[in-house]
């Protein structure tokens, strides 16, 4: 009997941090969680969370080790549900405590109040080459080559990547969203709502069979969003994080 996942009035939903030395907000976001300074019933990390996170690379651990243990620290105390995105993956070698969906097992069904709420990163329909790619990457054995390897380079693979990633604009406007989501869910998925990050866009439409929310990205104006009563349609109320809070 599969389990049915709940979302919980007053979650914290966070998508798209980035998190790095170079981008170090969320950490004071996660502390605040972990302190209760900010109170949270349930912790739900929608992908790409960290810039650079891969299970069973080592080396990718160790700049985010503090982050980490607090995530796994937390999902001792509530529930933290982590969808994997394409810069964390293979994570359940990585956390002990927290629900790890990864890519195969999204879009999930989330049940809040008498609503369906899909969640998933956004990157579980790439076209083929896509889908090799990223079933590719994620293989044991090829994560196991390219961790030796990179050693012998003395982690040049590991650093071009995040050299390369640091670079990325995390706050672009993309132009041709609305037409790509409209043609993309086009009599797909029964739920009320489907939420996703990935894209980065910050924008919500309704389509003909529910209401689709893209999150913005904490990386780029440390955006979270905190699921509310449905009280009227709209189901994610969106705050920005600062240590002064």
Known sequence: MSHKLELREGAIIISDAHYSPQRPQLLSLIKAIHSKKLQATQLILMGDIFDALFGLIDYTYEDNQEMIELLDTIAQEIEVIYFEGNHDFNLKVVFKYIKIYPLVQQPQTLHFQDKKVC?????????????????LIRNPFILFVLKYIDILLNHLIINKIEAHLDKKDDCKELSWFEDFIKSRFKNRFECDYFVEGHFHQNRSFDLSSFTYINLGAFACNQRYFIVKSLQDKELLEEHQFSKEM
Not at 123 to 134: E, W
Request: charged content about 25%; proline content about 0%.
């Open 119 to 135: 969640m998933a990163h956004g990157d579980f329909d790439g076209k083929l080459g896509y889908k090799i790619y990223t079933a």
